[in-house]
């Protein structure tokens, strides 16, 4: 069973960082494409970055370029965002997505 459980979320101030994480089980891991996707209150959900299988190849939405990471290591499962230079229009709530299969989402709140 593919199973997909983010963390990290939480309350941050403007100009703050998190960094959320998701632990991946159930499929093979290090050949799998890796996403995150956010969706605010009232909005579609939509993609934020996603990484290749070896974690060589990545790219992001054009909102967060340059103050988002996404990495992996996969020699434990897990996928990674380092978000940096918060902004309130980054809250929202996060998903770690493969193939067909979505996490729980963990919220990030931005706000003074």
């Known amino acids: 069973e593919v199973q997909l459980v983010e963390s990290g979320g939480g309350l941050v101030q403007p100009g703050g960082s998190l960094r959320l994480s998701c632990a991946a089980s159930g499929f093979t891991f290090s050949s799998a494409l890796m996403y995150w996707y956010r969706q605010a209150p009232g909005t579609e959900r939509g993609l934020v970055a996603w990484?290749?299988?070896?974690?060589?190849?990545?790219n992001y939405a054009g909102s967060v370029k340059g103050r988002f990471t996404i990495s992996r290591d996969n020699a434990k499962n897990m996928l990674y965002l380092q978000m940096n230079s918060l902004k309130p229009e980054d809250t929202a709530v996060y998903y770690c997505?493969?193939?067909?299969?979505w996490g729980q989402g963990t919220q990030v709140t931005v706000s003074s």
């Open positions: 990484i290749s299988n070896g974690g060589a190849v990545t």
């Open positions: 997505k493969t193939a067909n299969y």
